[in-house]
């Protein structure tokens, strides 16, 4: 089953303005993933949030995270066309052998 | 390579033949994953491989589907008697291994599978 459900599943933006998905979960995490994937094939790491952080930065990504609320956010600041992707939120089973991810939100950004 | 290498990239097959996707990880990483992608949605974890620990199977979604690695390095997923519904992209990560909830995956770019 599927322990991470993104929100929105589709956002359409313009070129310059910012992007703001958002995550849900189900049981308790050491770390929350977001991951970019491209036309459907490899995935990218973009950025980890440890539990005990509640804000993380890189560059013009920004992520939150609400263990109280089981929940994440990522915000793209400053989109350009080449954001222009899905985007997963991931967490490790409770066995932690492996990342379960969401159904991820797809972003389209226009110039 | 500096990646993970999958192949083939595309393959089509008709419904009931085998098939085997074979994945290349990063050098040095112990730790290996397959999931399956079904179009539009996320991705599902079907096997994980430890160093020269059992495998925990417990993604695979029937006996049809198994999947090897020796040591450290490839890994091949077979799919025998092919569904249409086994039709997905089939991506493959790494990880340094260690202290597991802490990896960051580095993932191929897939084997898209299509059954007719």
């Known amino acids: 089953s599927q322990q991470g459900e993104e929100d929105p599943q589709a956002l359409s933006i313009q070129e310059g303005e910012n992007a703001t998905m958002n995550c849900s979960y189900k049981t308790s995490i050491n770390n929350l993933q977001w991951y970019r994937q491209n036309s459907g094939r490899g995935l990218v790491h973009l950025i980890l949030?440890?539990?005990?952080?509640r804000e993380k930065h890189s560059g013009r990504l920004r992520v939150t995270l609400d263990t109280s609320k089981k929940s994440s956010s990522l915000l793209i600041t400053a989109s350009r066309a080449a954001d222009t992707a899905s985007y997963f939120c991931?967490?490790?089973?409770?066995?932690?052998?492996?990342?379960?991810f969401g159904k991820g939100t797809t972003l389209s950004v226009s110039s | 390579g500096a990646g993970v290498s999958q192949s083939p990239s595309n393959k089509v097959t008709e419904k009931g033949k085998d098939v085997e996707l074979r994945c290349d990880p990063i050098?040095?990483?112990?730790?290996l994953y397959w999931y399956r992608q079904r179009l539009g949605q996320g991705l599902e974890f079907l096997i994980y491989?430890?160093?020269?620990?059992?495998?925990?199977k417990s993604g695979l979604p029937s006996d049809r589907f198994s999947a090897e690695r020796t040591g450290e390095s490839v890994s091949t997923l077979t799919i025998q008697r092919t569904q249409q519904e086994d039709s997905a992209v089939y991506l493959c990560?790494?990880?340094?291994?260690?202290?597991?909830?802490?990896?960051?995956?580095?993932f191929g770019a897939g084997t898209r599978l299509s059954v007719l």
């Open positions: 949030i440890r539990s005990n952080e």
């Open positions: 990560a790494s990880t340094h291994g260690g202290i597991l909830a802490k990896n960051i995956q580095y």
């Open positions: 491989f430890q160093g020269n620990s059992a495998p925990d």
């Open positions: 050098s040095g990483h112990t730790a």
């Open positions: 991931a967490t490790f089973n409770q066995a932690g052998t492996a990342l379960i």
